[in-house]
């Protein structure tokens, strides 16, 4: 189970803890507290639902925000060391510091492609892909529509949510 249990927290408590499970964006946890957590949230997989019932049901603007608070992958932040706790291992355990320079490059070209066309960064759940993976599925991304891509980023991100809750929970 999660620690400290989510259903004792006092709302400061709570944002403390798990503030960070949506990238810069503490308000998601904020309004899983507002909601009201019971003994049935200190599961990660029951917590992570409800977080993510949040950012689905946010206003659009709000969501976008989210998207847009999301780091390059294999981007100048990841090399500057300036990534969160999480992006930095889950950037590291998809080898995304390992590329090649020619897989840096084409990495800096789908990021810089991506943004120009939808406006927000490329974002992917990346445990259990490797970069070559990750490439694959940027291009195919690069070819949605604006609406099926903000769908997906923001299906992305609550899985990513989902194994940084797991994650604390295997921790320990
Ligand atoms: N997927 C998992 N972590 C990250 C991250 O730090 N940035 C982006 N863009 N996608 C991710």
């Given amino acids: 189970a999660l620690t400290p249990a989510p259903s004792t927290c006092s709302l400061e408590t709570f944002v403390l803890h798990y503030g960070d499970v949506y990238e810069h964006s503490p308000w998601v946890a904020e309004a899983a507290w507002k909601k009201g957590l019971t003994d049935t949230h200190n599961s990660p997989d029951a917590l992570a639902e409800l977080m993510g019932l949040m950012l689905q049901q946010a206003e659009p603007d709000l969501q ?21 706790q999480d992006s930095t291992k889950e950037q590291a355990g998809a080898g995304l510091d390992q590329c090649t320079p020619d897989e840096f490059a084409r990495f800096e070209y789908l990021n810089a492609a991506y943004k120009e066309k939808f406006g927000f960064p490329f974002v992917i759940a990346v445990k ?6 990750i490439l694959a599925a940027f291009e195919e991304r690069l070819n949605n529509g604006l609406a099926e891509e903000r769908e997906t980023a923001i299906e992305q991100i609550i899985r990513i949510a989902r194994f940084r809750l797991r994650a604390r929970v295997e921790q320990q």
Wanted: net charge negative.
């Fill in 128 to 133: 259990g892909l490797d970069r070559h993976a």
């Fill in 64 to 84: 976008i925000a989210v998207i847009q608070a999301h780091p390059d992958l294999a981007g100048k932040a990841a090399m500057a060391g300036e990534l969160t």
